[in-house]
């Protein structure tokens, strides 16, 4: 089970961080990723950072690349998203997400079978 938090209302080039809290240890077994569904559009990928076996690589959409950073904390298990500069185009419902698929395919939606119940971004221009 993810819960994830961290949502809210923030002016154009403030920072939010969101969190997605797993009740399960074996976390630190699982791809973690932040995905975003903005109304009237189709969830999209955001950003994943790979399971500690991996060596916890990243992975980001072109839209966030150099604003977003996705981290995480395998003694809490939790993963992280730190997003700064945001843009109105930023607002979005985010989901945080897991999986175990090979890190070659982890932006691919259809991957991902354990999902957390989103959190709200709103970004005012």
């Known amino acids: 089970q993810l819960q994830a938090s961290g949502g809210g209302l923030v002016q154009a080039g403030g920072s939010l961080r969101l969190s997605c809290a797993a009740s399960?240890?074996?976390?630190?077994?699982?791809?973690g990723a932040w995905f975003r569904q903005a109304p009237g559009k189709e969830r999209e990928f955001v950003a994943a950072?790979?399971?500690?076996?991996?060596?916890?690589?990243?992975r980001y959409a072109d839209s966030v690349k150099g604003r977003f950073t996705i981290s995480r904390d395998n003694a809490k298990n939790t993963v992280y998203l730190q997003m700064n500069s945001l843009k109105p185009e930023d607002t979005a419902v985010y989901y945080c997400?897991?999986?175990?698929?090979?890190?070659?395919?982890?932006?691919?939606?259809?991957?991902?079978?354990?999902w957390g119940q989103g959190t709200l971004v709103t970004v005012s221009s």
């Open positions: 399960d240890r074996t976390f630190r077994n699982f791809h």
């Open positions: 997400a897991v999986t175990q698929i090979v890190w070659s395919y982890v932006e691919s939606i259809d991957h991902y079978t354990t």
């Open positions: 950072i790979s399971r500690s076996a991996y060596g916890s690589a990243s």
